[in-house]
Structure formats: structure tokens, C-alpha cells
């Protein structure tokens, strides 16, 4: 009896820690994985500080462990879902020179469907997307002065798939 509620109580902590997919998830909470591994993309709630920016993220760098910032907001004519990734970027009162210093990537933020169909970011409170694209972003690391050169053991895919949902 000890022996088979020990198993329970085990079984039910690895459901708790799996990963929860599909339409459960929000936005907001998606956490992405690129194809190799080596890159996490997860999504934050923007909170009531912003209203410039639609969605908020981070991007794990696996190996050697840095975190990237990013932001995406609608930009452009017409108007489409903008990101930006930096690293180190001051707070406050920045200027364009600062944040051009410290910004990895910017560029257009997409959506995939499970069909393949590509469409603009969900919004923060709508179903997750099945991927995120992010159109060079893979290359701008290898180029990007903000965070030094040898920062990341690998290079990142431009598209992640959809793989948890924070609690």
C-alpha cells in the first residue's frame, strides 16, 4: 500500500511538471524550443506597464546560459508585429544610439499553424501559436556586436516550436 500511493504520488508529480500544449495555453505562458536544442523562447505577460508592445519574451541561450530580452509591437505600413531582441539594454530614458548598440535582432514576428499557413503573432491572452518565426535571426547572432562574439555554442534555427506552457 505505502509502495502504490509512493508511485502515485511520483506519477503525479511528472504530470505536473509535463508540458502543457495545445489551446490551454496562452500566449502569454508558450515556450518555444528551436530545432537543435540550444535555444528557448518564452513568452511573459506584458502587464499592464506597456502599452506600445504586444507580447513580451525571453530567449534562453542553453549553452553558455544568457537570457536575451525581446519585444514585439506593431510597426510598419501597414502595421505588422515588429520584434526586437537585446542584450543588456539600459532601462529608463534610452536613446536610439543605446538601443541600437544593445539590440541582437529586430525584424517581423510570425505565427505558424500546424498547417503551415503563416499569420501575425497571437495576441498575449489568445491560443498559443504552433511556431514562432523569426526571419534571420539565426544569422544576426553570429553577426550581432551586442553581446560578443563566441557568446552561444550554436547557432539558433529561425522558427521554434511550440514544446511547454509556464505555470
Not at 64 to 84: F, K
Request: hydrophobic share 40%; aromatic share 6%.
Amino acid at each position: 500500500m505505502v509502495l502504490a500511493r509512493s508511485l502515485l504520488v511520483a506519477a503525479l508529480g511528472t504530470v505536473a511538471a509535463t508540458p502543457v500544449l495545445g489551446q490551454e495555453c496562452s500566449q502569454a505562458r508558450a515556450i518555444y524550443g528551436d530545432r537543435d536544442g540550444g535555444y528557448e523562447l518564452r513568452f511573459e505577460p506584458v502587464g499592464s506597464e506597456s502599452a506600445v508592445t504586444s507580447n513580451h519574451f525571453k530567449i534562453v541561450v542553453l549553452k553558455p546560459g544568457l537570457l536575451l530580452d525581446g519585444v514585439v509591437m506593431p510597426s510598419g505600413e501597414p502595421e505588422r508585429a515588429t520584434g526586437i531582441v537585446m542584450h543588456n539594454c539600459p532601462t529608463g530614458d534610452v536613446t536610439g544610439e543605446e538601443l541600437r548598440t544593445c539590440t541582437v535582432w529586430q525584424g517581423p514576428v510570425y505565427s505558424v499553424d500546424k498547417a503551415g499557413a503563416i499569420a501575425e503573432i497571437p495576441a498575449e491572452d489568445a491560443p498559443a501559436a504552433h511556431q514562432i518565426l523569426l526571419p534571420d535571426f539565426g544569422p544576426s547572432l553570429r553577426a550581432s556586436s551586442a553581446w560578443g562574439k563566441g557568446k552561444a555554442e550554436a547557432d539558433s534555427w529561425d522558427a521554434f516550436t511550440l514544446k511547454g506552457c509556464a505555470a
